[in-house]
């Protein structure tokens, strides 16, 4: 197994990306190729005492910048470690990749490089959130890529979010819902009252509406959304998460009583940080692409590389995209037409 890593994409790379790079060789087994500043990445490995064993170097001389245009990855930043690591993939050259750069350059670069999987309108983020009940996490799809979506974009999200739940998380058959401002059938706009009708008829396990505050109790395995409400959902959901975490922490700070309080609930509390750190989780599949992308946290330390990396393997390794593939097939078996 072969991942490509864009080792100059995010806030910490490239120290960050080459350390967890060298983990995941240790501890998976993988092989490695590292796009970017060949000079560079090698100068950072040396000063910081990492092996390149079982790492290859793609020399890349240029950064896109996060704030750029996601379209001039495809002229301007041609040369962008992000772009010629995804050439790569097209090519065949690794079986996934990870990258912690710019999420508009990822998506068009993905689209246009390494292409969607025939019959997909839109590849789209599908980050794990945590959740109490039901299988620990839920999969929110969209979670930024597409802000405007038509219905069987929506209906789409739910065939290969579910296909990705049952694949990778082991879920017999993924509950996918649909976000809405009500359970009720008839609730929500056009896009909403459309996506509804399109998923009752999809291959997919559909319970139907989901309210946002049900998901963080398990009502659904797989919740779908256009991305710019799914991001709102992320956005929000992180927030309250950090606010929650402080406000606990300040509560048994508060005194001796709560000091003791606190230190015979350590073992309980630090399961709870665990499992709200993304550095665990590794970062947010792009669903959709023909070949397997991970999008990893801007702010990716060497444990979420290496974590996103373990979710790159785990994504080629049990055939996602042939999951989705045999999933629109048996849409189009049953005769639904993927345009509304």
Known sequence: MKIILDAFG?????????????????????????TGDEQEIRCVAGEQGVPLDGIELVHAPQVIPVCAEPTSIMKEYADSSLAVGLRLLAEGEGDAFVTAGSSGALVVGASLMVKRIKGIKRAAFAPTIPCVGGSGNYMLMDSGANVECRPEMLMQFGVMGSAYMNKIMGIERPRVGLINVGVEESKGGELQLAAYKLLQKAPVNFVGNVEPRELPFGACDVAVCDGFSGNIVLKLTEGVASAFTKQIKGVFMKNLGTKLAAAAVKGGMSEFK????????????????????????????????????????????????????????????RGQELEV
């Open 274 to 333: 665990k499992q709200m750190d993304y550095t665990e989780h590794g970062g947010a599949a792009l669903l959709g692409t023909a070949r397997p992308t991970i999008k990893a946290h801007g702010s990716s330390n060497a444990k979420a590389f290496k974590n996103a990396i373990r979710q790159a393997k785990l994504f080629a390794e049990q055939d996602v995209i042939g999951e989705i593939e045999l999933g629109l097939a048996e849409l189009k078996q």
């Open 10 to 34: 995010g806030d910490n790379a490239p120290v960050e990306t080459i350390k967890g790079a060298a983990m995941a060789v240790a501890e998976y087994g993988v092989k490695m190729i590292l």
